[in-house]
């Protein structure tokens, strides 16, 4: 695409993509800018979606204004800042020296912004095209570390006579562990423990395996369990688990109306774990943190939060997964610190590593006093400039180019990362317009400001 507009087009090392467009006639000593986005969605199905958009991408449609996806997330994150920076070197001729940056990986740990060599961030201005709110600017972020745990297993040989089942617990909101977060939305994992932890003890129910989560910056929606339990008893398992499930979907009433808890047979044959690893698991996965930690003064801002994003079974091992943010290192580092503390308690074992570091505000920036005049022109009104609870590259391009003045912005889209996920068709043409005029502003305040200092 790059190339088919007259552009020069090609790939790192690692796979991101950048396109380098020339300037218009007389715009070669305007500040250079860089548009950027992220090449890489998160793919989930609806419950019984019997298509992968991993494998067969997705069937979009328009439904009253909004853009979506048939049982399928859509992509619009970032899809559409993709779209928007290509739109902006085929439509906007008058232009200064602009690059455009792909990204790979971004969901999975920002490992494309990582690997880019720095000398593609020279330059005066990069705007990033993943924000999702129109007339929400962003410009400062959170950091991230990704915390991987082990809690070794023993198990005991099935029983004569024993018999499994797979329990599901599914249909939650789930949604962006930043975004979403505020929102307080329910965690399969956690639930599913709790499910099972409050089954009565005479059952003498065992847990096989829990498996759930589909990456680390998502809520999980949807947990999978296998159980044991003896000969005999499957009745009053099932009547105990409609019991306890039927309390917990009560209390999931308001906020997860799809909920939905089944109980289905198995004929697989493996070994329970032994009664007390079993108890130890489901007490582990219950007392492990989620949600909002620290708040702004305010409280309209999360200012530190973990999601238990991963977990699954191995005959030897459970392992979990989880992603921690805050806009303190020192906060970061407590809550860290407090993960730890409860797994050990569990004898279960791991350690984090920095995802991406905090981006901070920059003092005088002039993209943010550009942008807040483009969008006065443009709408008349005042527009919001702020921190979001969701990681962005910025962060660590800022670290690779502290120079680098940088904004993020972005159309309206609902509930990423989720089979319900829509975009807002016309704030996109909207956005598109913002953008055309925010580059004409950084021009003309550049330019200003030269005359000012001479």
Not at 36 to 59: E, I, K, L, T, W
Not at 367 to 381: E, N, P, V
Not at 404 to 417: F, N, R, V
Not at 437 to 449: D, F, N, Q, W, Y
Request: proline content about 4%.
């Amino acid at each position: 695409m790059g190339r088919e507009l007259g552009c020069r087009a090609f790939s790192d090392d690692y796979g991101n993509i950048i396109i380098e467009a020339d300037a218009g006639p007389g715009r070669e000593e305007d500040p250079f800018l860089i548009l950027q986005a992220h090449m890489d969605m998160v793919c989930r199905r609806g419950s019984g979606a019997n298509r992968d958009p991993a494998c067969y991408g997705v069937d979009w449609f328009l439904e009253d204004g909004w853009i979506r996806a048939r049982e399928t997330s859509l992509g619009a994150d970032n899809g559409i800042g993709l779209a928007t920076a290509l739109a902006f070197i085929s439509e906007e001729k008058d232009r200064p020296g602009t690059r455009l940056i792909f990204t790979k990986e971004e969901e999975v740990g920002m490992d494309g912004a990582k690997a880019l060599d720095p000398d593609f961030l020279s330059g005066d201005f990069l705007i990033n095209l993943d924000s999702e709110q129109e007339g929400t600017a962003v410009d400062a972020s959170p950091g991230s570390v990704l915390g991987h745990f082990q809690l070794d297993l023993e198990r005991d040989p099935l029983p004569e006579g024993w018999s499994l089942a797979r329990i599901e617990l599914g249909g939650l909101r789930g949604g962006h562990s930043g975004i979403s977060i505020l929102d307080i939305h329910t965690n399969a994992i956690k639930s599913m423990a709790e499910l099972l932890r409050k089954l009565p003890e005479d059952l003498d129910s065992r847990l096989v395996s829990i498996k759930a989560g589909l990456a680390p910056n998502a809520i999980p929606d949807y947990a999978l369990a296998l159980v044991a339990f003896p000969e005999g008893r499957e009745n009053a398992f099932r009547e105990s688990l409609e019991e306890v499930g039927g309390k917990m979907k009560e209390a999931l009433l308001k906020s997860d109306p799809d909920v939905f808890i089944t109980m289905t047979p198995s004929s697989e044959r493996i070994d329970p774990l032994r009664k007390m690893v079993s108890q130890r698991v489901l007490s582990l996965l219950e007392s492990l943190p989620h949600g909002i930690q620290d708040l702004s003064e305010d409280k309209s801002q999360a200012v530190t939060s973990t999601n238990l994003a991963l977990v699954d079974t191995s005959h030897e091992a459970l392992t979990f997964t989880i992603l921690s943010r805050s806009l303190s290192y020192t906060l970061l580092e407590e809550l860290n610190g407090r993960i730890q503390e409860i797994s050990r308690v569990f004898q279960a074992y791991g350690d984090f590593h920095l995802l991406y570091p905090v981006w901070e505000s920059k003092e005088d920036s002039l993209l943010r006093k550009a942008y807040r005049k483009a969008y006065m022109t443009l709408f008349g009104q005042e527009v919001k400039v702020q921190t979001v609870h969701t990681g962005l590259e910025a962060g660590i391009f800022a670290k690779k180019n502290p120079d680098l003045d940088i904004l993020s912005m972005g159309p309206t889209i609902e509930q990423a990362h989720t089979p319900f996920e829509r975009l807002d068709a016309q704030s996109c043409l909207r956005n598109f317009d913002l953008l055309r005029e925010l580059v004409k502003e950084i021009s003309s305040g550049a330019r200003e400001e030269e005359r000012e200092s001479v």
